[in-house]
């Protein structure tokens, strides 16, 4: 049974960092796509970032580029998202999502599991 387990959310002041980071397990995740998406009070669920767990190739939204960047790590079975110059328009429950075929997507129904969430606050 797959399961993610998210951790790293918190509260942080404008500018700020942090890191999340998505535990996997149930499964070998080669092949499969890793994603990270957002949601605010009141919104929809939104994509973040994705990325390949075999070949690490990346996407970015483009609100989060060239401040946040996801990555994997093989051997701990993780997924990161690193997130820097935070935004209050940031501030959202982030989720980390794993979808079992390839191509990456940034529709949240193409993915097949999801985590629990981990909050993520970035005050003004």
């Known amino acids: 049974q797959v399961q993610l387990v998210e951790s790293g959310g918190g509260l942080v002041q404008a500018g700020g960092s942090l890191r999340l980071s998505c535990a996997a397990s149930?499964?070998?995740?080669?092949?499969?796509?890793m994603g990270w998406f957002r949601q605010a009070p009141g919104k929809e669920r939104e994509f973040v970032a994705a990325?390949?767990?075999?070949?690490?190739?990346?996407v970015v939204t483009d609100s989060a580029k060239g401040r946040f960047t996801i990555s994997r790590d093989n051997a701990k079975n993780t997924v990161y998202l690193q997130m820097n110059t935070l935004k209050p328009e940031d501030t959202a429950v982030y989720y980390c999502?794993?979808?079992?075929?390839?191509?990456?997507?940034?529709?949240?129904?193409?993915?097949?599991?999801w985590g629990q969430g981990t909050p993520v606050t970035v005050s003004s």
């Open positions: 999502a794993a979808k079992s075929v390839a191509p990456m997507s940034y529709r949240p129904y193409e993915y097949d599991y």
């Open positions: 149930g499964r070998t995740f080669s092949g499969y796509v």
């Open positions: 990325i390949n767990w075999s070949y690490g190739s990346t």
